[in-house]
Structure formats: C-alpha cells, structure tokens
T-cell receptor, first 110, second 111 residues
Framework: GEDVEQSLFLSVREGDSSVINCTYTDSSSTYLYWYKQEPGAGLQLLTYIFSNMDMKQDQRLTVLLNKKDKHLSLRIADTQTGDSAIYFCADVNRDDKIIFGKGTRLHILP | NAGVTQTPKFRVLKTGQSMTLLCAQDMNHEYMYWYRQDPGMGLRLIHYSVGEGTTAKGEVPDGYNVSRLKKQNFLLGLESAAPSQTSVYFC??????????FGPGTRLTVT
C-alpha cells in the first residue's frame, strides 16, 4: 500500500535553516501537505503544494517537490524556538484517503 | 468560531469500563475523523464519517464504535476499555481529505 516516510528527529541551531524531508510512494498524489504539532496540541495545517508545482514559498517556509523522485521537503528559514514541534508530511491517495508520515521532531539548539 | 472541540481533555479508566468521547465542529464540515496517536506510531485512523448518518472503519477500528447522528458531532465509544487503548485521541474535520482541522486531543489512560 501507499506509504509516507520521514526521519524521526532533526536538531537545528537557532537562526539556521531547517530542512525536513519526506518521501512518498503514491504516484497519483494530487496534493501534498505539511502539518505542525506543538506540544500538547492537535495537528495544524502548515502549508500544502499541488503536485504540478515544484516549489511554494510562504514567508519563512519553502516547500520543494520532486515528483520524479517522490520527494517532498519543508525548509524553515531563520529557525526560532517557536518552531520546535513535530512536523508531519501527508498525501492524499487516489481513493481520497490521507496518508500521514510518522512525523519529524524538530529540536532547536540555543 | 470554536473550530473542533473535544471532551473530555483527560480521562482515567479501569479495564472493562466504558466511555464516550465527544467531538464537535462548527465549520459545517462533511468529513469527520477519529485518530489515535501513540509514541513511534504516528497517527492511526480509527473510524471516519463522510456525512451525517454515515460511518466507516479506518486502520485500527477494533474495540471502538462511532456514531454521527448530527453533522456537527462525532462520538467515539469504548465499550470495554483495555490497557492497549491508552493513547491520545484526536478528532478532525474537513471539507476535503487533505485539509483537516484537528481538535486539541483527549489523553486517555486505561489501568
């Protein structure tokens, strides 16, 4: 079946850029999503990209999509302590079901 | 708008007890979902609904039942709680499958 994979942990120094990577297997994905989960809270939709786009930028966030390699990344510029969270990659398959990755925990070093 | 709300926020049950978790949304969404989140397992879909009066099984439905009698409410029931059901439960709602709005979660401990 379809799968979405992410590394589980990432540590970044405050002020540096964070890059969170994701790979997926479903070639029919139309939209891919990034969600953010802060401690003790539910997931919050951060951004998304349509599958015919290569890049989407929104303030400090840049999403890159390599459809050929089925690779999605989220870059956070000037990482701040408030960016400490778990980031989930997700895609919607041909049956209109969302598939979440297991999440990447972003830890900010002072 | 309150968005998606869940009650209760915390609960401790003894093995064999039953309880109902309530999810409410005020965004007029057709789709509603129940997930559980466990360390290292990510989010797993328990049950979902594509409209009032409809429900369907997700990835891990055993031991749970759901009802969607009103469009704005989605109830998750545990008939006979087991320690394996200790988890954080999230409800979500959406217009489409990808853009989901999540509640704050219910932390359930079964002893």
């Amino acid at each position: 079946g379809e799968d979405v994979e992410q590394s589980l942990f990432l540590s970044v120094r405050e002020g540096d850029s964070s890059v969170i990577n994701c790979t997926y297997t479903d070639s029919s994905s139309t939209y891919l999503y990034w969600y953010k989960q802060e401690p003790g809270a539910g997931l919050q939709l951060l951004t998304y990209i349509f599958s015919n786009m290569d890049m989407k930028q929104d303030q400090r966030l840049t999403v890159l999509l390599n459809k050929k390699d089925k690779h999605l990344s989220l870059r956070i510029a000037d990482t701040q302590t408030g960016d400490s969270a778990i980031y989930f990659c997700a895609d919607v398959n041909r049956d209109d079901k969302i598939i979440f990755g297991k999440g990447t925990r972003l830890h900010i070093l002072p | 708008n309150a968005g998606v709300t869940q009650t209760p926020k915390f609960r401790v049950l003894k093995t064999g007890q039953s309880m109902t978790l309530l999810c409410a949304q005020d965004m007029n969404h057709e789709y509603m979902y129940w997930y559980r989140q466990d360390p290292g397992m990510g989010l797993r879909l328990i049950h979902y609904s594509v409209g009032e009066g409809t429900t369907a099984k997700g990835e891990v439905p055993d031991g749970y039942n759901v009802s969607r009698l009103k469009k704005q409410n989605f109830l998750l029931g545990l008939e006979s709680a087991a320690p394996s059901q200790t988890s954080v439960y999230f409800c979500a709602s959406s217009y489409s499958s990808g853009e989901q709005y999540f509640g704050p979660g219910t932390r359930l401990t079964v002893t």
